[in-house]
């Protein structure tokens, strides 16, 4: 490996990047069943009317990531 100035952090980096290899490609196939799971989640969560899906996940995700209001 080769040396870089810990002022670059190119070292850490490449250590966390390393930590993720797998032998003979195996990130490949890791990268695509999660994509394969992800889109079914999508498809799931988005069936039936598009307009009324798409406002009923917002207004989930809204309420679980905005503070309650102390009023």
Known sequence: ?????AVN??????SDHDIFQTFE??????LQQVTALLLK?????????PLSSTLHFLGQWLG????????
Not at 41 to 49: H, K, L, N, V
């Open 25 to 30: 490609g195996d990130n490949t196939v890791l």
């Open 9 to 14: 952090r190119l070292g850490a980096l490449r």
């Open 64 to 71: 679980s990531t905005l503070p309650n209001n102390p009023l």
């Open 41 to 49: 989640e999508y498809r799931t969560q988005f069936q039936g009317a």
């Open 1 to 5: 490996m080769p040396s870089y100035a």
